[in-house]
């Protein structure tokens, strides 16, 4: 299926308001990662969907957690009754229109679309792709950027359809990734379940392109996803303290966990690789963790400011 077939339905269905974001952006955007992608990570506009809840003041991030608690119980409610009504009935119809073997699946904010696989793994990928919508972010900076059938290279005498999606610029996605590699190093844990390591796999491939150097020395950016962090996705260590997403862009950043969180994070990276998802050369966990101490350790020298807080 090659994903381009939603990804047209979907740039019909999203556009102007949508951003793609995450691994897919990487793999299939900017072309800095060669691994299977499963899940389709998008956000929609927040100014779009919550324009009233934003007022005139402008600014796409509540002023108190009462308010937080308000906007994103609000945004919930309408982003699951637009995938519902929208998104879910435009693929489930191209689908359809252009005879391929999959079917739609609607949860919430979330929508699956099942195929029959060619073949199967050890279980950790599933046959279904999943496409995650946000909108509690205005997924900027954002840019055009083109994406291509994976096997457009190989059948050169096929014409493939092609897709020119907004996407998050990859120096927020580098942001997006260490701060959650922050907060699994603070917990020793993660939220979203298994299938995790690949944000680590991810930061390392940014920054051989290039984009960590890039998203490193712009400390406005590092901020304004500290600022969205610490509003809508407040996190606390075990003991209770709240974890500190200033910290992690002044000087503080954790790519490397403790003992027992790298034993689950060593596990996770196996069955990556057991399963196929990587399309290059893998490295070992070894070299992988080399790799992401040494962007710790490049990005918390760049940082010779005291730490910055709200407002600064």
């Given at each position: 299926?090659?994903?381009?077939?939603?990804?047209?339905s979907?740039?019909?269905?999203?556009?102007?308001?949508?951003?793609?974001?995450?691994?897919?952006?990487?793999?299939?955007?900017?072309?800095?990662?060669?691994?299977?992608?499963?899940?389709?990570?998008?956000?929609?506009?927040?100014?779009?969907?919550?324009?009233?809840?934003?007022?005139?003041?402008?600014?796409?991030?509540?002023a108190s957690?009462?308010?937080?608690?308000?906007?994103?119980t609000a945004i919930?409610?309408?982003l699951?009754?637009?995938?519902?009504?929208?998104?879910?009935?435009?693929?489930?119809?191209d689908?359809?229109?252009?005879g391929?073997?999959?079917?739609?699946r609607?949860?919430?904010?979330?929508v699956?679309?099942?195929?029959?696989p060619?073949?199967?793994?050890?279980?950790?990928?599933?046959?279904?792709?999943?496409?995650?919508f946000?909108?509690?972010s205005?997924?900027?900076?954002?840019?055009l950027?083109?994406?291509?059938c994976?096997?457009?290279?190989?059948?050169q005498?096929v014409?493939?359809p092609?897709?020119?999606p907004q996407?998050?610029r990859?120096?927020?996605?580098?942001?997006?990734?260490?701060?959650?590699?922050?907060?699994f190093?603070a917990?020793?844990?993660?939220?979203g379940?298994?299938?995790?390591?690949?944000?680590?796999?991810?930061?390392?491939?940014?920054d051989?392109a290039g984009?960590?150097?890039s998203?490193?020395?712009?400390?406005?950016l590092?901020?304004a996803?500290?600022?969205h962090?610490?509003?809508?996705?407040?996190?606390?260590?075990?003991d209770?303290?709240?974890?500190?997403?200033?910290?992690?862009?002044?000087?503080?950043?954790r790519?490397?966990p403790?003992?027992?969180?790298?034993?689950?994070?060593?596990?996770?990276?196996?069955h990556?690789?057991?399963?196929g998802?990587f399309?290059?050369?893998?490295?070992?966990?070894?070299?992988?963790?080399?790799?992401?101490?040494?962007?710790?350790?490049?990005?918390?020298?760049?940082?010779?400011?005291?730490?910055?807080?709200?407002?600064?």
């Amino acid at each position: 299926m090659g994903g381009l077939v939603p990804a047209a339905s979907l740039r019909r269905t999203l556009c102007p308001a949508s951003r793609l974001q995450g691994g897919t952006s990487l793999s299939k955007a900017y072309g800095v990662i060669q691994r299977f992608s499963e899940d389709v990570d998008l956000t929609y506009d927040i100014r779009a969907i919550a324009g009233d809840l934003i007022g005139d003041t402008g600014t796409p991030l509540p002023a108190s957690k009462s308010q937080e608690k308000k906007w994103s119980t609000a945004i919930r409610t309408r982003l699951a009754k637009w995938v519902t009504t929208e998104v879910g009935p435009r693929l489930q119809h191209d689908l359809e229109e252009h005879g391929l073997p999959a079917t739609v699946r609607v949860e919430g904010d979330k929508v699956f679309i099942h195929y029959a696989p060619l073949a199967s793994g050890t279980g950790y990928v599933t046959s279904a792709v999943m496409l995650e919508f946000g909108a509690r972010s205005t997924g900027e900076p954002s840019e055009l950027r083109s994406v291509h059938c994976d096997a457009a290279v190989h059948l050169q005498g096929v014409a493939f359809p092609e897709a020119t999606p907004q996407v998050m610029r990859a120096e927020r996605t580098f942001w997006e990734e260490a701060t959650a590699i922050h907060v699994f190093c603070a917990q020793g844990a993660f939220r979203g379940g298994d299938r995790f390591a690949r944000h680590w796999h991810d930061v390392t491939r940014l920054d051989a392109a290039g984009f960590a150097d890039s998203a490193i020395a712009d400390t406005a950016l590092a901020k304004a996803v500290a600022d969205h962090k610490s509003i809508f996705f407040a996190e606390k260590h075990p003991d209770g303290e709240l974890i500190d997403y200033y910290a992690a862009i002044s000087g503080g950043l954790r790519l490397v966990p403790d003992d027992g969180a790298l034993v689950k994070l060593a596990d996770d990276y196996r069955h990556m690789v057991e399963d196929g998802l990587f399309l290059d050369e893998v490295e070992s966990f070894d070299a992988l963790l080399h790799r992401c101490r040494a962007i710790q350790e490049k990005a918390n020298a760049v940082s010779t400011t005291p730490r910055l807080k709200p407002g600064a």
